[in-house]
């Protein structure tokens, strides 16, 4: 299964019941509370985008999800004499440089030999595995012995020992066969031993679980010990603990030129893959079965993409891929499907410093329009989330169009991202990046003031509102060579407007449910290159030739072909105190806050008759009708929920999703109680009786 569906409630947040589903232990284990003393190894590990993954092979093996980073010291409250060393799990790639994974020789060998098969260095994308996963880790049973020795009574210790020694396997049956039964734990030392640590290591796997469920959970979790849950969750990753199987969390790197490490040091997983962890995703609804649709199953090999379900794979799906490494590369394909079910694939917030110094009016003693720096650095901030893949094919692709063009050198990549795509341009190009990520270093931070005889810009002017958008494009525009091309991608209106549930602005604009920009060229917006042409216009002492070109949803190809003014330093233009035109700013500053921040009922309106279906029948036609009246009415009083806002059901207040400020509202149920009255209004003028609005009422 993918998706868990329905969690638990707890101390370490929202649980997978499966960790243990007896109904005597879902209380336990909503209440266990560990204390893990953190080494710091994971404070600063950076957010990785998918985008930027874009065009490079990977790798994948399951992962269970144990913690890693610290040291497990307490157990509700109970110290353990001798802590548990957490070393994960997922996030092993991250404490042990030189290792990006850990696990028997014969499947690092695997994994090694898959990974030279990709020609380069490729990722590592672990996914997550069943909450019981982690049972063959020994930390669970480390964990067990070690609370039972600081929590029991010496009588119950004596007792427990007893039990361990005298425990005989049962097995399990296997096609009419009895396997592994007959066994028992050899040497045991005592719970209070520190060297039957050593023997549990040591111990086989079958005879260590039958352990820890027959012998610790059912015959002394309730004489001072845990229960098999609590321990599992005991060692568990917060942030996994109700997270989906065969989610994808971690992305780290695999060097094939390196030698296989043969002690890894983790007492569980004595090998080591060599290579380095890169950062983490963010957690959304997306598997590992999203990244390989062409990867084929079982022993009818059927495909991925035309079998399963990837948020909600079958546990035979989930077991048929475990049963080797597999390798795939996330293209362009995947990301827009990602992107279209509403995952944000992106990162890299290069435009929060562009943003704030196109408009560090905002910090100067001009803070009368309203738009406080703390407004800005959100709207920046959530402007950065938005960058598009544009990595891999999308960056070869512009690289051709100005190779084909004449292009061999002189190149800038304005807005790199994280760099991956620099690379693919002509010559030894330079990166432009205003706000490096953590390990990338650009070779400008801040606009150049020089001219280029090529530009790439990939799915940069749609992420941000005017008049940042037209900064930019002249930014681009004024930096060109005689002679020199700029090749140029942005999204299209329909692919804007095919995100789900967009929150559709004045100017043509949408905020995502992430809380972010995008503005889509074309369709009911002026189109990529009669934005351009117009932008064109601020250099009257220029002739620029701009015409479509196959980049991105929608593309341009822009020659300038005449004219020597010096190029314009636009990024600086609108420092504090320093643009002549700073007032004229001011004011397109003012319009970009009354259409983005700021409450509009035209807004409201626009996106409640949005919601309507399409009418294709004669009865469809009157209940859309009869909506579209409905809507009417609750935009007369005011009434209707801009999509800027989130409403809450009973508080009486709304939050902006872009600054994150509130204010008074009217609570949506009180809302949705007046549109039911007016519905049962309107249904003597529309002949359209709504019987759901008979049920909000009462």
Do not use: C
Not at 261 to 282: C, K, N, T
């Amino acid at each position: 299964m993918g998706a868990v569906k329905s969690l638990i409630k707890g101390v370490m947040g929202d649980i997978d019941p499966r960790y243990d589903p007896r109904k005597a232990s879902i209380e336990r284990n909503a209440q266990l509370t560990p204390t893990v003393e953190s080494r710091g190894t994971l404070d600063n590990v950076p957010r990785v985008s998918l985008s930027s993954l874009e065009g490079t092979p990977f790798v994948t093996t399951m992962s269970d999800r144990t913690r890693a980073g610290g040291l497990l010291t307490d157990i509700n409250g109970v110290r353990l004499d001798d802590p548990v060393n957490l070393q994960g799990g997922q996030d092993f790639m991250f404490e042990n440089p030189g290792m990006v994974w850990a696990s028997a020789p014969t499947v690092v060998k695997q994994m090694m030999l898959l990974a030279k098969e990709q020609g380069v260095d490729p990722l590592y994308l672990p996914y997550r595995m069943a909450p019981t996963g982690g049972d063959f880790a020994k930390k669970t049973g480390e964990t067990m012995i070690k609370y039972a020795s600081a929590n029991m009574t010496p009588q119950n210790k004596k007792a427990l020992d007893k039990a361990i020694k005298e425990y005989v396997t049962v097995g399990t049956v296997k096609n009419g066969k009895r396997k592994g039964h007959g066994k028992s734990i050899k040497g045991w030392k005592g719970i209070d031993s520190p060297e039957s640590i050593e023997v549990w290591r040591n111990t086989p796997d079958s005879v260590r679980k039958e352990l820890m469920n027959k012998v610790f959970d059912v015959k002394f979790r309730d004489r001072g010990g845990l229960s098999i849950g609590e321990a599992r969750l005991a060692v568990s990753d917060p942030t996994q603990v109700g997270a989906r199987d065969a989610g994808v969390q971690n992305v780290g790197r695999i060097w094939t030129k390196d030698d296989i490490v043969q002690e890894s040091g983790h007492p569980s997983y004595p090998a080591g893959l060599p290579g380095e962890g890169i950062g983490r995703l963010d957690q959304q609804d997306l598997t590992v079965f999203d990244l390989l649709p062409d990867a084929r199953l079982g022993k009818k090999q059927l495909r991925v993409g035309d079998n399963v379900d990837p948020l909600d794979p079958s546990a035979r799906s989930i077991r048929a891929l475990s049963m080797k490494p597999y390798a795939g590369v996330i293209d362009e394909n995947i990301l827009r499907k990602l992107e279209d079910r509403g995952v944000n694939v992106n990162s890299a917030p290069w435009l929060a410093p562009l943003a704030l110094g196109m408009l560090s009016l905002a910090q100067s003693e001009d803070a009368e329009a309203g738009f406080t720096t703390e407004m800005l650095k959100n709207l920046a901030k959530k402007s950065g989330d938005t960058q598009v893949a544009t990595t891999g094919g999308s960056y070869r692709k512009a690289g051709d169009i100005l190779k084909r063009e004449g292009i061999s050198d002189n190149v800038l990549d304005y807005g790199a991202g994280r760099g991956h795509g620099t690379q693919y341009l002509p010559g030894n190009a330079k990166s432009y990046e205003p706000n490096p990520m953590e390990g990338y270093t650009p070779d400008f931070t801040e606009s150049p003031d020089e001219m280029y005889d090529g530009i790439a810009n990939l799915n940069v002017l749609n992420v941000v509102p005017e008049p940042i958008r037209q900064e930019i494009a002249a930014d681009i525009l004024g930096k060109l060579n005689k002679d020199g091309v700029a090749a140029i991608g942005a999204r299209s209106y329909s692919d804007v407007m095919n995100a789900k549930n967009p929150q559709v602005l004045d100017d043509g604009g949408i905020i995502t449910q992430k809380g972010t920009y995008q503005y889509g060229f074309g369709g009911e917006n002026e189109g990529l290159i009669d934005y351009l042409l117009r932008q064109a216009e601020q250099f009257p002492d220029r002739e620029y030739e701009i015409k479509k070109e196959p980049l991105a949803a929608t593309g341009a190809l822009v020659r300038r072909i005449k004219g020597v003014a010096p190029p314009v330093a636009t990024a600086g233009l609108l420092a504090a105190g320093q643009s002549e035109d700073a007032d004229a700013i001011a004011a397109m500053r003012d319009e970009v806050i009354d259409s983005l921040l700021s409450y509009s009922d035209d807004r409201a309106k626009k996106d409640a008759d949005r919601r309507i279906p399409d009418a294709r029948t004669i009865d469809e036609q009157r209940i859309a009708n009869h909506r579209r009246e409905v809507n009417e009415r609750m935009h007369e009083l005011g009434l209707l929920e801009d999509p800027l806002y989130k409403y809450r059901d009973i508080a009486p207040f709304k939050e902006n999703i872009v600054t994150g400020e509130r204010s008074p509202a009217l609570p949506s149920s009180v809302r949705g109680m007046i549109r039911a009255i007016l519905d049962l209004g309107s249904s003597p003028r529309t002949g359209v009786y709504n019987p759901e609005a008979a049920i909000d009422i009462i």
